[in-house]
């Protein structure tokens, strides 16, 4: 699984639009509201089972703090059940999920405001994967 397959997902999900205002692999000066994805690595694979551990940094950059937030419960909302629990077997692209959490609760972390005094939240996702 890549970081454009999860900005495809997160495309698809209304979250925005792919080099408008949904980026993967860097964090672009321009435009101030916007989402990026970014590869964080994950876990070592298990050795007995098919299954994969990525992580991914999701960034989300707005003008105001409650603009910024508003848009990290949106991302967040994609990766939870009706219950509000992690989402669990469902498919990114081609990839089969068994699990989506996040590694921080609540699901979003704010970070702060850029030297552009733009407010900036991450969701940093664990994924568990079929390989």
């Known amino acids: 699984m890549t ?3 999860l900005v ?6 209304g979250i925005g639009t792919y080099e408008t205002d949904l980026f993967y ?4 000066p321009e435009p101030a509201a916007l989402v990026c994805v970014l590869p964080s690595g994950g876990y070592p694979p298990d050795l007995y089972l098919p299954i994969a ?5 999701i960034c989300i950059r707005a003008e105001t703090y409650d603009d910024a937030e508003a848009q990290a419960a949106a991302v967040a909302a994609l990766f939870r059940d009706a219950l509000d629990r992690p989402k669990t077997n469902f498919t990114i692209g ?3 999920v068994y699990l989506a959490q996040f590694l921080q609760e609540p699901t979003t972390a704010y970070i702060g405001y850029n030297t552009n005094g733009r407010a900036e939240f991450s969701c940093n996702l664990h994924l568990k994967i079929r390989i």
């Open 25 to 28: 692999s860097f964090l672009p």
């Open 3 to 5: 970081a454009k397959d």
């Open 94 to 96: 081609t990839t089969y």
């Open 8 to 13: 495809d997902f997160l495309e698809t999900g």
């Open 53 to 57: 551990d990525p992580t991914f940094q």
